[in-house]
């Protein structure tokens, strides 16, 4: 019986189903390992957009966005052993999910609103589903105590560092802070400008994939990093890999699109700028 070959983008899910049981596996794993704060990001295209963050723009997707997270939690709390807590924005959507889940759903259904998230019999995983700007504070202080408990904090599809307008500096700079305490132990990112994406699983690095072009539906590992590559980083890799060689072994110049498409690049990261 012939050996499969191992190739480098086996690493990546399947599939949403297969991406999710990833990122319980390895937070999880996290956690095991001292981990106090998880930042997932399982951003899947349909609902994020690169720029602007989540779309929601069809009749039902914050609730796929909501079932998403129910798997992730229900597959945590299987991979931990731990008891799971579920914090949703706001109590409208805690009360919508618990009539819906019903109160056999496997973990506590919770919201930021609540006075008492975190109380001193806590003993389980208090996981935050796409927290929002508006919430920050509460978020902040609910995790604190949870660590003082010594019980570990999941932070699913944070909204807290994305660009909604009305951010003001103190606000940006107080979810830098916070978030930059956080370990960010699954991210599946997708870079549509590129068919690539940025991937990382507890405790690897961060993992640039491009489409390989030999093999549509197979991807190409470029490079691997310590900490998550961005902004004109991520673009000067993503060029230099696509840029092809010529026949003396040297990268040719840009072409005239490609410099158009740099300059794009550049006029939505400085919109994005403004609106925070």
Known sequence: MAVRETRDDDALPDNLFDAVGQAATATADAMKRGTAG???????????????????????????????????????????????????????????????????????????????????????????AAPDPMSLEKVQRATGRANELGCPVVLLNPRLASGDAGVGLNVRRMRENFLGKMTVTYSLRPLPWCNGSIFKSFPGAWQLFLEDPEEPGRFKLIDEFAQRPAGEELDNIVDAALRPVGEDGETKEKTAAEKLVGIMREMQRFARSLSN
Request: glycine fraction near 8%; proline fraction near 3%; include cysteine.
């Open 38 to 128: 998880s930042v997932v990001e399982l951003l899947v295209p349909e609902l994020w957009d690169p720029m602007s963050g989540n779309v929601m723009s069809e009749a039902g997707d914050q609730l796929k966005v909501w079932e998403i997270s129910r798997e992730f939690l229900t597959r945590l709390k299987a991979e931990s052993g731990r008891e799971v807590r579920a914090v949703f924005p706001d109590a409208g959507a805690a009360a919508m999910l618990r009539a819906r889940w019903g109160v056999d759903c496997g973990f506590d259904l919770a919201s930021a609103d609540d006075r008492n998230l975190v109380g001193e019999d806590f003993d389980g995983i208090l996981a935050f």
